[in-house]
């Protein structure tokens, strides 16, 4: 094999890399914390035995899983203009995967709330407790318990699917890379260390997850 390595273009373009890094947790927590306020309420309509509103979750969650998320950042980004919405790359990407991974999460959110068996909501209502009360400690925290390694799976891909928002020039980790090598053209240590530093924020992602894990849910299952 006559390929000689060279990690010096890597090297001295690191910064790049690291503030790409940088720009792909930012987007990730903040797709995550507003998926999941989409999520919650979304799976909370489509629990309620209301079916317009059923009607309008699940045409939203269909949308989603049938279509390609590129074809969702591109509508985002290239066609919305049209109607008069414009976002700059960074903020039309936050958009596509917050819209994104919210309705993934809701259908695993409601799969959480339709296994808390119904008994236990009867006994809060025999105790006197409101709606909003016997959904936030009877129904949501038990759910949230049982779906949150599934949850945190999908949030884990959620980063890595954040690559694909280079093609609309956000300033990601996977663009900071396509820039590095289109300029010094060392494809494979430049994608090299990429794949070494995506595999290091999925370890990182799962290790947070697991210790949040383990703090918010000590309590017992049961008796």
């Known amino acids: 094999m006559d390929y000689q390595f ?17 720009i792909t947790i930012q987007l ?18 489509k629990t309620a035995g209301i ?5 309008l979750v699940n045409i939203y ?13 591109f509508f985002i980004y290239f066609s919305l203009p049209a109607l008069g919405i414009r976002f700059d790359p ?3 990407a936050l958009v596509a995967l ?16 339709e296994s808390i068996n119904r008994g236990q909501v009867e006994a809060g209502k025999a105790l006197g407790l409101k709606g909003y009360q016997i959904f936030r400690y009877i129904i949501f925290k038990p759910a949230i318990r049982t779906i949150y390694p599934a949850l945190t799976s999908q949030f884990i891909y959620l980063m890595l699917t954040s690559s694909v928002v280079s093609a609309i020039s956000a300033t990601d980790l996977a663009a900071a890379g396509n820039n590095i090598q289109a300029t010094t053209f060392a494809a494979f240590e430049v994608y090299l260390v990429i794949t070494v530093m995506y595999f290091i924020l999925s370890l990182g992602f799962s290790g947070l997850f697991s210790a949040i894990g383990r703090s918010a849910f000590r309590y017992p299952l049961a008796r």
């Open 6 to 22: 060279n990690f010096a273009p890597v090297i001295n373009n690191f910064d790049q890399l690291i503030y790409g890094a940088l």
């Open 28 to 45: 990730s927590f903040g797709a995550i914390l507003i998926g999941t306020l989409i999520a919650v309420p979304c799976a909370a309509a």
């Open 98 to 113: 917050s819209v994104n991974v919210g309705a993934y999460a809701t259908e695993i959110v409601r799969a959480g709330i």
């Open 51 to 55: 079916r317009p509103l059923a009607w």
């Open 61 to 73: 969650i269909e949308v989603i899983r049938n279509t390609p998320f590129l074809v969702q950042i």
């Open 90 to 92: 960074n903020t039309a």
